[in-house]
């Protein structure tokens, strides 16, 4: 079926068409946020090397199948290609899409090495083209709550962040049920031998750096805890399981950045400042508790706890908007939101929020974090994306 057949461009005219490449578990969270976009977005296709996976995630959303990659590539409707494939595969995926003249908007991270990343930022603004990889959740209105606290100086100056991504022992938590709405499993090898650190950490990082600027200096730790997790371990088995980074910020903050598969599950951030604490409960929900603990009334503070039977605290509003809550456990982020952010700014001629350098810098950072014995410790990151404005 041909492009044209597939999208009607007198009903999508004001739209950017799409396509997914890859339909494995991940491609279900994107696709159970795009009414979010569908305004803004046409999805013109879907396309997976594994014939039974594209067949089984196609039929169930009732979406049109491409019959390979070079026909996405080959599609004059699609503008923006939704890289959904194994990390692994980023490189030459998305690379392939550059060449071809359309925009990528890729899951974590863009490369697997920071020379694979530089070259597709460098295809990208050579041919004119714009690349940008997920995390989106720093465009939530949790992240940019949070941040106007920050740039607002509500508790005074920001000194010291904890950060934690901690999944819990994932291996012990029956992941073996875990199936997309779609019926995939979760890939617990890829996610094993990929790592939690290259999976997660930007979930963070993005946050930080749009809050505090560039990373300046990374010290970072990581080890495998346990080697052996049952029947899905993957062969010869290496990837941390753990890691701690301590990074310091153009803006002069310091922070500890936690990533495992071991430590009960706590996704908070919380940035310690000279007149009390900031605190998001959970950041892979867009619209979490954004609180402030204020050190104005640490003198009532323990009359108050006791007289309310818990902690007290300030909690600051964040505008509620129904977002699709997806996978048994799951969290509701807005995968789409990163996507359409990028097809708003090829709507208006302008660069993506996200994309170039931020993204570049982001996937530099996560990977000197889980690799330091390949990027050394201390490691001085070379990228360093210009400030964002997510207002």
Known sequence: MSGSERCNPKSTQAKIGIAFLGCGYVADLYQQTFDNHADTLFL??????????LEKFAGFY???????????????QVEIVVNLTNPHAHFETSKRILHAGKHVYSEKPLAMEI????????????????????????LGPAALRLRQAVRDKELGTPRLVYAEIDEGMIHRLGYESWLSKSGALWPARDEFSTGCTVEHAGYMLTWLVAMFGAVTEVVSMSHL????KGEDTPETYKTADFSCA????????????TNSIIAPHDHRLRIFCDEGELCAQEVWDFHTAVEAYPLALRKFQKRVEKYLGRRWKRRL???????????????????????NNMALALRDARSTRLGGEFSLHITEVTLAIQFPETYGTPYVPQSSPSPIDLV
């Open 115 to 138: 020379g694979q990343a530089r070259e597709l930022v460098r295809l990208a603004n050579e041919q004119g083209l714009q690349i940008v990889s997920a995390p989106s959740s720093v």
């Open 44 to 53: 013109c296709g879907v396309w997976d090397q594994d014939p039974e996976r």
């Open 246 to 257: 301590l990074l310091r910020f153009e803006a002069g903050v310091v922070a500890r950045l």
């Open 225 to 228: 805890c346990l080697p052996d």
């Open 62 to 76: 009732n979406l049109e199948r491409y019959h390979g990659f070079e026909e996405i590539l080959d599609d004059p």
């Open 317 to 339: 509003s964040v505008t509620k908007k129904k977002t699709t809550v997806f996978a048994s456990g799951g969290h509701p982020m807005d995968f789409m939101r990163g996507v």
